[in-house]
């Protein structure tokens, strides 16, 4: 069946420097992979979203590439900051659209 | 926009008891999620509805049961707490497309005594 990784339960890295989490999928029809954000005490929020192969989409500083040869879709950001401390997930839409996989998560925590 | 409200914010519970815990959403969506999540971990897919009156057994259905009997509302019944149990249940819902995204809930905090 349909399934998402996402390899690091936590990221530790110091503010400024740039981060990737990584996200691979399968699925055997045409995927649609999303990033949510969760901090503290909140619910998930879409943070970017794709269906499109090879093609870099960007939201608040973020951007991800969608690489169905590869079947990746890591998220990325060039200088994180504190604010970006929070549990990030990858999910997949299920080939009917109604459910929807997501992956375990990566807990980013960023030092001052 | 819209908004999704769930109630009550925070449950406690014997263990053994029935507990039901509500959703609303004013989005006019036609599908609906049940997901748990205990601390800091994963969202674990229960229960989820394509439209009112149906219903989709998730990953972790057993133990509970699930109710839509309006396509605003979508309710969540724990047949009978376990101690570990505890954890956030989050509400969300999306439009029928495959792009859609997912809106959730604040959450219902569950704790078993």
């Known amino acids: 069946g349909d399934s998402v990784t996402q390899t690091e339960g936590l990221v530790t890295l110091t503010k400024g420097l740039p981060v990737m989490l990584n996200c691979t999928y399968q699925t055997t029809y045409s995927p649609f992979l999303f990033w949510y954000v969760q901090h503290l005490n909140e619910a998930p929020k879409l943070l970017l979203k794709?269906?499109?192969?090879?093609k870099r989409t960007e939201h608040q500083g973020f951007y991800a590439t969608l690489h169905k040869s590869s079947s990746s879709f890591h998220l990325q950001k060039s200088s994180v900051q504190l604010s970006d401390s929070a549990l990030y997930f990858c999910?997949?839409?299920?080939?009917?659209?109604?459910?929807?996989?997501f992956g375990k998560g990566t807990h980013l925590h960023v030092l001052p | 926009g819209g908004i999704i409200t769930q109630t009550p914010k925070f449950l406690i519970g014997q263990e053994g008891q029935k507990l039901t815990l509500k959703c609303q959403q004013n989005?006019?969506?036609?599908?609906m999620y049940w997901y748990r999540q205990d601390s800091g971990k994963g969202l674990r897919l229960i229960y989820y509805?394509?439209?009112?009156?149906?219903?989709q057994k998730g990953d972790l259905s057993e133990g509970y049961d699930a109710s839509r009997e309006k396509k605003s509302s979508f309710s969540l019944t724990v047949t009978s707490a376990q101690k570990n149990e505890m954890a956030v249940f989050l509400c969300?819902?999306?439009?029928?497309?495959?792009?859609?995204?997912?809106?959730f809930g604040p959450g219902t905090r569950l704790t078993v005594l």
């Open positions: 999910a997949l839409s299920d080939t009917n659209a109604y459910k929807v996989i």
């Open positions: 794709s269906s499109t192969d090879n």
């Open positions: 969300a819902s999306k439009g029928l497309e495959n792009y859609a995204e997912q809106f």
């Open positions: 509805s394509i439209t009112e009156n149906d219903l």
């Open positions: 989005f006019n969506h036609d599908t």
